[in-house]
Protein backbone atom coordinates (compact mmCIF):
# COMPACT_ATOMS: atom_id res chain seq x y z
CA UNK A 1 0.00 0.00 0.00
CA UNK A 2 1.05 3.76 -1.09
CA UNK A 3 1.42 6.14 2.11
CA UNK A 4 -1.54 7.83 1.52
CA UNK A 5 -3.96 4.68 1.83
CA UNK A 6 -2.01 4.10 5.21
CA UNK A 7 -2.23 7.24 6.06
CA UNK A 8 -6.02 7.04 5.29
CA UNK A 9 -6.46 3.57 6.75
CA UNK A 10 -5.01 5.08 10.72
CA UNK A 11 -7.23 7.67 10.23
CA UNK A 12 -10.49 6.32 9.40
CA UNK A 13 -9.45 3.68 12.06
CA UNK A 14 -8.83 6.51 14.43
CA UNK A 15 -12.52 8.40 13.60
CA UNK A 16 -14.35 4.53 14.21
CA UNK A 17 -12.03 4.01 17.46
CA UNK A 18 -13.99 7.08 18.66
CA UNK A 19 -17.37 6.96 17.30
CA UNK A 20 -17.64 3.74 18.94
CA UNK A 21 -16.46 5.52 22.29
CA UNK A 22 -19.56 7.82 21.44
CA UNK A 23 -22.05 5.21 20.96
CA UNK A 24 -20.83 3.27 24.29
CA UNK A 25 -21.29 6.59 26.16
CA UNK A 26 -24.36 7.46 24.48
CA UNK A 27 -25.73 4.11 25.22
CA UNK A 28 -24.62 4.08 29.46
CA UNK A 29 -26.07 7.94 29.35
CA UNK A 30 -29.65 6.31 28.54
CA UNK A 31 -28.61 3.09 30.91
CA UNK A 32 -28.00 6.16 33.74
CA UNK A 33 -31.23 8.02 33.00
CA UNK A 34 -33.44 5.12 33.23
CA UNK A 35 -31.45 4.03 37.58
CA UNK A 36 -32.19 7.83 37.94
CA UNK A 37 -35.93 7.88 37.08
CA UNK A 38 -36.13 4.81 39.47
CA UNK A 39 -34.73 6.38 42.06
CA UNK A 40 -36.75 9.65 41.86
CA UNK A 41 -40.09 7.91 41.67
CA UNK A 42 -38.64 5.67 44.85
CA UNK A 43 -37.86 9.22 46.25
CA UNK A 44 -41.39 10.75 45.41
CA UNK A 45 -43.42 7.24 46.88
CA UNK A 46 -41.50 7.82 49.95
CA UNK A 47 -41.86 11.19 50.35
CA UNK A 48 -45.83 10.96 49.80
CA UNK A 49 -45.94 8.14 52.07
CA UNK A 50 -43.99 11.00 54.76
CA UNK A 51 -46.74 13.23 52.97
CA UNK A 52 -43.70 16.05 52.70
CA UNK A 53 -42.24 17.38 49.82
CA UNK A 54 -38.83 18.54 48.98
CA UNK A 55 -39.57 21.85 50.65
CA UNK A 56 -42.70 21.29 53.05
CA UNK A 57 -40.63 20.44 56.36
CA UNK A 58 -39.07 23.93 57.31
CA UNK A 59 -35.03 23.74 57.81
CA UNK A 60 -34.19 24.40 61.12
CA UNK A 61 -31.95 26.52 60.72
CA UNK A 62 -34.20 29.34 59.25
CA UNK A 63 -36.12 28.66 62.47
CA UNK A 64 -33.07 29.62 64.66
CA UNK A 65 -32.01 32.90 62.38
CA UNK A 66 -36.07 34.65 62.63
CA UNK A 67 -36.06 34.35 66.31
CA UNK A 68 -33.00 33.83 68.66
CA UNK A 69 -35.06 33.86 71.68
CA UNK A 70 -37.40 30.89 70.57
CA UNK A 71 -36.23 27.52 71.54
CA UNK A 72 -34.12 25.57 69.18
CA UNK A 73 -36.15 23.30 66.89
CA UNK A 74 -34.33 19.88 67.10
CA UNK A 75 -33.72 18.61 63.38
CA UNK A 76 -36.06 17.34 61.04
CA UNK A 77 -35.55 15.85 57.92
CA UNK A 78 -36.39 17.35 55.00
CA UNK A 79 -37.93 13.60 53.69
CA UNK A 80 -39.15 11.98 57.41
CA UNK A 81 -40.59 15.26 58.46
CA UNK A 82 -43.18 13.91 61.49
CA UNK A 83 -42.91 10.29 60.17
CA UNK A 84 -41.70 7.66 62.06
CA UNK A 85 -38.14 7.42 60.80
CA UNK A 86 -37.79 3.70 62.20
CA UNK A 87 -40.60 2.30 60.09
CA UNK A 88 -39.50 -0.60 58.53
CA UNK A 89 -39.73 0.01 54.39
CA UNK A 90 -39.62 -2.76 51.99
CA UNK A 91 -36.64 -1.59 49.58
CA UNK A 92 -34.94 -3.86 46.52
CA UNK A 93 -31.40 -3.55 46.11
CA UNK A 94 -30.32 -3.08 42.55
CA UNK A 95 -28.91 -6.28 40.96
CA UNK A 96 -30.66 -8.05 43.44
CA UNK A 97 -34.56 -10.54 43.33
CA UNK A 98 -34.44 -9.97 47.56
CA UNK A 99 -36.34 -7.33 49.52
CA UNK A 100 -35.16 -6.00 52.63
CA UNK A 101 -36.88 -4.22 55.52
CA UNK A 102 -34.98 -1.22 56.51
CA UNK A 103 -35.32 1.65 58.42
CA UNK A 104 -37.47 4.63 56.36
CA UNK A 105 -34.93 6.75 56.97
CA UNK A 106 -32.09 5.07 55.78
CA UNK A 107 -33.75 3.51 52.62
CA UNK A 108 -34.41 7.79 51.42
CA UNK A 109 -30.98 8.28 52.60
CA UNK A 110 -29.40 5.45 50.56
CA UNK A 111 -31.76 6.81 47.45
CA UNK A 112 -30.78 10.39 47.83
CA UNK A 113 -27.39 9.21 48.41
CA UNK A 114 -27.57 7.61 44.92
CA UNK A 115 -29.35 9.71 43.24
CA UNK A 116 -26.55 12.12 44.04
CA UNK A 117 -23.54 9.84 42.49
CA UNK A 118 -25.90 8.93 39.53
CA UNK A 119 -26.25 13.06 38.76
CA UNK A 120 -22.69 12.97 38.97
CA UNK A 121 -22.08 10.24 36.59
CA UNK A 122 -24.41 11.90 34.17
CA UNK A 123 -22.63 14.98 34.33
CA UNK A 124 -19.46 13.17 33.25
CA UNK A 125 -21.19 11.10 30.53
CA UNK A 126 -22.67 14.24 29.04
CA UNK A 127 -19.26 16.02 29.08
CA UNK A 128 -17.54 12.53 27.63
CA UNK A 129 -20.44 12.80 24.47
CA UNK A 130 -19.49 16.44 24.05
CA UNK A 131 -15.94 15.68 23.78
CA UNK A 132 -16.46 13.13 21.37
CA UNK A 133 -18.64 14.88 19.57
CA UNK A 134 -16.18 17.43 18.96
CA UNK A 135 -13.58 15.50 18.06
CA UNK A 136 -15.75 13.58 15.47
CA UNK A 137 -16.72 17.08 14.27
CA UNK A 138 -12.64 18.29 14.19
CA UNK A 139 -11.92 15.64 11.70
CA UNK A 140 -15.29 16.34 9.27
CA UNK A 141 -16.82 13.65 9.21
CA UNK A 142 -19.83 15.90 10.33
CA UNK A 143 -19.27 18.52 7.57
CA UNK A 144 -21.82 17.24 5.12
CA UNK A 145 -24.44 17.33 7.82
CA UNK A 146 -23.69 20.49 10.60
CA UNK A 147 -21.58 22.87 9.77
CA UNK A 148 -18.74 22.33 11.94
CA UNK A 149 -18.40 25.65 13.73
CA UNK A 150 -22.26 25.33 14.53
CA UNK A 151 -21.22 22.03 16.41
CA UNK A 152 -18.60 23.58 18.10
CA UNK A 153 -20.19 26.22 19.57
CA UNK A 154 -23.07 23.55 20.28
CA UNK A 155 -20.58 21.03 22.10
CA UNK A 156 -18.84 24.16 24.30
CA UNK A 157 -21.63 25.27 26.35
CA UNK A 158 -21.80 25.36 29.53
CA UNK A 159 -24.64 25.29 31.78
CA UNK A 160 -25.07 27.63 34.28
CA UNK A 161 -24.20 27.22 38.17
CA UNK A 162 -26.74 26.63 40.07
Known amino acids: MNENM ?7 TELELEAEH ?3 ARH ?11 NREALT ?25 RPLVQEVCTTCGNHD ?3 QTWTMFPGTDLFVGIPFH ?5 LETDQTQLDFEA ?28 LRSLVTLNDKPK
Open 28 to 38: QLVENDKLRNG
Open 45 to 69: ALRKKARTTTSSVPSPFGSIMKGVS
Open 6 to 12: KHFQKKL
Open 123 to 150: KKLQSIVKEKSLIISDTGALADKINPGV
Open 85 to 87: SFE
Open 106 to 110: AAHTI
Open 22 to 24: LLL
